[in-house]
């Protein structure tokens, strides 16, 4: 596609309930990045692979917090039993692979998720 | 751990006024340097990069210079226009990260006709 794609753009979700966030990254783009960013505050990582293998997963706060990225193109956030901490908006950022330095990261337009 | 610092905003000028906008950075690595731009409504894009010391990244009018000695990649434009109302990151990578993002907190610029 032209960009990145994320699906729902908004998302209202009960507390406990679960939810899944999708990513369409740019065709071809062999890295893929979720970031978490609350209102007012820059993006934080929270996990990143490498075509379907999740290399660093070390920013996911929590249990709850589950990625996947099965063929290697489309990956999908999951939050199980959603928290009120848990609102925020999950940007998605896809790169192509390479050896140069400051290669660049496109990012969708975010999913906002909001825990009532 | 790795940080980026950006100067504490929000920013209000006038249009042709001239903008600096700091941010230091700490990292255990040689990061590469970057500011991202989120205008309303949009994604964050990539406004400028620099990949090692002494470095200048430009585009659209903007400039920032990578100072090692200093840990720093303020950025700056000499004429601001209203259209550059936007939110600015600044930003770092290393590449034994995965070339993840550590971003600063961000600072939101108002530029008034």
């Known amino acids: 596609g032209a960009g990145v794609s994320q699906s729902p753009r908004y998302k209202v979700a009960k507390r406990g309930q679960d939810v899944a966030l999708r990513c369409d990254p740019i065709s071809g783009h062999v890295s893929l990045f979720w970031y978490q960013q609350a209102l007012g505050q820059g993006p934080e990582f929270l996990t990143y692979?490498?075509?379907?293998?999740?290399?660093?997963k070390s920013g996911l706060p929590s249990d709850r917090f589950f990625a996947e990225r099965p063929e290697g193109s489309v990956s999908t956030l999951k939050i199980q039993r959603t928290q009120q901490e848990d609102s925020a908006v999950y940007l998605c950022?896809?790169?192509?692979?390479?050896?140069?330095?400051?290669?660049?990261?496109?990012f969708g337009q975010g999913t906002r998720l909001t825990v009532v | 751990g790795d940080s980026v610092t950006q100067m504490e905003g929000p920013v209000t000028l006038s249009e042709e006024a001239f903008l600096t906008i700091n941010c230091t950075y700490t990292?255990?690595?040689?990061?590469?340097l970057f500011w991202y731009v989120q205008y309303p409504g949009e994604g964050l894009q990539l406004l400028l990069k620099?990949?090692?010391?002494?470095d200048k990244g430009s585009n659209k009018g903007f400039e920032a210079t990578y100072r090692k000695e200093t840990t720093s990649f303020h950025l700056e434009k000499g004429s601001v226009q209203v259209s550059d109302s936007a939110v600015y990151f600044c930003?770092?990578?290393?590449?034994?990260?995965?070339?993840?993002?550590?971003f600063g907190e961000g600072t939101q610029l108002t530029v008034n006709p």
């Open positions: 620099a990949t090692k010391a002494d």
């Open positions: 950022a896809s790169s192509s692979w390479t050896l140069t330095r400051g290669t660049e990261a496109f």
């Open positions: 990292a255990t690595g040689y990061p590469s």
């Open positions: 930003a770092l990578s290393i590449e034994t990260s995965g070339s993840r993002l550590t």
């Open positions: 692979f490498q075509n379907e293998a999740q290399l660093d």
